[in-house]
């Protein structure tokens, strides 16, 4: 989801460390329930026309337990899902109600589709899924809840998704022990282990900020790294960036200014203000200008006011022609794909 994030903590207090964003819901994963190559599209047969090859009989599942498979579902698994038989097809039922309340809910929130922007339409709508047992839903009606300072409200909505299982439920639950008064570090670190273990990239950095600061749990920098490396690697920009910190500085990592070198560019590549700025006074050392001016004004734009000095210095060692390529070459670039 597309929101302004605040930050934890809020203000930087000259580490070289970023400090971690609250959250967004956008990028989240799920695990996908795919039906066999021979599943049964809708039919009133009974049992016998939703069995496997294998002799089990997945039509006779509870709708409880159908329900807990299908809340882990995306809206076109979730659909694939209900065509496995009828049974399945009433047991989801809520949940593909649920699925058209959040696509209301985020053209609500975001003024899509043709609707103005209206939170409070958007929180009902969010508030209808999360009823019908959407997770997803429930953190998204948290997040409002969270941006109106109705902390608790968020807290109960995010418990009750991680509760089913949701991973970004599970990593919010887990920042928002650090953000509620008093914090409650030990919980959280609890939550954010649960939803790094599972991969969610987001909770694996936040997991290691924790590690690396000591909260909530024992200063670990080695550990740190680790998880800091996981999320990088699963495409987490700001993990990227404390990777090749930890690359530079040798912390909790073997030093290599090859590998630092590398993290650096792949989070100024896909649009971390701070590695712009670092990767290009690294190409200005090595005498590469023009590069060096594009990093340094995508850093200017992203807000490094300390990027522009440095950049109207080597400017005025370039000709006309070179700085009109320079703008346009900024002009016409674009971020690389991530999960931040």
């Given at each position: ?31 996908e ?51 496995a ?32 922007p ?10 209808k899924?999360?009823a ?29 998704a ?21 914090p ?157």
């Amino acid at each position: 989801m597309e929101m302004k994030q605040t930050t934890w903590p809020g203000r930087s207090n000259g580490r070289r460390f970023t400090s971690c964003p609250l959250w967004s819901t956008k990028g989240k994963k799920h695990h996908e329930l795919h039906p066999t190559k021979h599943s049964n599209r809708m039919s009133g047969r009974g049992a016998s026309s939703s069995s496997s090859t294998d002799g089990r009989d997945f039509s006779a599942l509870p709708y409880e337990l159908i329900m807990i498979i299908g809340v882990s579902l995306s809206h076109p698994n979730l659909r694939a899902a209900s065509l496995a038989c009828k049974s399945w097809y009433e047991a989801l039922r809520p949940l593909r109600q649920a699925m058209l309340y959040m696509r209301w809910g985020k053209r609500f929130k975001h003024g899509r589709g043709g609707v103005q922007p209206n939170m409070d339409k958007a929180l009902d709508a969010f508030l209808k899924g999360a009823a019908l047992g959407s997770p997803m839903a429930m953190v998204d009606a948290g997040l409002i809840y969270w941006e109106r300072g109705l902390k608790d409200k968020a807290v109960a909505l995010y418990q009750k998704a991680a509760d089913l299982g949701d991973l970004a439920g599970k990593c919010n639950l887990g920042i928002s022990y650090l953000q509620v008064e008093p914090p409650n570090p030990k919980e959280a670190v609890k939550w954010l282990y649960h939803a790094s273990n599972e991969g969610h990239t987001r909770a694996q950095y936040q997991l290691a900020l924790c590690l690396h600061h000591g909260r909530g749990v024992d200063r670990n920098i080695k550990e740190a790294a680790r998880w800091y490396l996981k999320a990088a690697e699963g495409g987490y920009v700001r993990a990227m960036y404390n990777v090749s910190l930890c690359y530079k500085f040798e912390e909790g990592l073997a030093r290599s200014h090859c590998q630092a070198r590398k993290w650096m560019k792949r989070a100024a590549d896909r649009g971390h203000s701070k590695a712009q700025y670092e990767h290009g006074l690294a190409l200005f050392s090595e005498g590469e200008k023009i590069k060096a001016v594009v990093y340094l004004e995508l850093a200017t734009r992203g807000g490094e006011s300390a990027s522009a000095h440095v950049k109207d210095v080597i400017l005025q060692q370039l000709s006309e022609t070179s700085r009109d390529d320079v703008m346009l070459l900024v002009d016409q670039w674009r971020a690389l794909p991530s999960s931040s």
